[in-house]
């Protein structure tokens, strides 16, 4: 099992050099925007404007980063989560499930 878990850090820290790597490439070519605007925040937490470039935003009240989820690449981006999030552990069940 410590074969799988090396491969799902691996995984992640690729993951997330990419994401920074990303954000790093977003902040260096966007302009400066209005973000604050109520009709692109919902709830206050997700941002949805398709007119702005930047993939990633900072907060509107917390710290950190949020994503735009009008950019192009957020869809793939947020069902890429969600599968490294799903996948391990179906993965998991399925071995151990064939396993006689």
Same mark, same amino acid.
């Given at each position: 099992?410590?074969?799988?878990?090396?491969?799902?850090?691996?995984?992640?820290?690729?993951?997330?050099?990419?994401?920074?790597?990303?954000?790093?490439?977003? $902040?260096?070519?966007?302009?400066?925007?209005?973000?604050?605007?109520? $009709?692109?925040?919902?709830?206050?937490?997700?941002?949805?404007?398709?007119?702005? $470039?930047?993939?990633?935003?900072?907060?509107?009240?917390?710290?950190?980063?949020?994503?735009?989820?009008?950019?192009?690449?957020?869809?793939?981006?947020?069902?890429?989560?969600?599968?490294?999030?799903?996948?391990?552990?179906?993965?998991?069940?399925?071995? $151990?499930?064939?396993?006689?």
């Amino acid at each position: 099992m410590n074969g799988w878990l090396f491969l799902l850090l691996l995984l992640l820290l690729i993951c997330g050099l990419v994401i920074a790597g990303v954000i790093i490439l977003q $902040r260096s070519r966007t302009k400066a925007s209005f973000r604050d605007d109520d $009709r692109f925040w919902s709830g206050g937490y997700v941002y949805n404007n398709p007119d702005d $470039r930047a993939l990633f935003v900072p907060n509107r009240f917390d710290l950190g980063m949020t994503m735009n989820f009008g950019h192009p690449l957020a869809r793939p981006i947020g069902i890429g989560c969600l599968l490294l999030l799903l996948l391990p552990p179906l993965v998991v069940a399925i071995l $151990r499930f064939l396993k006689p």
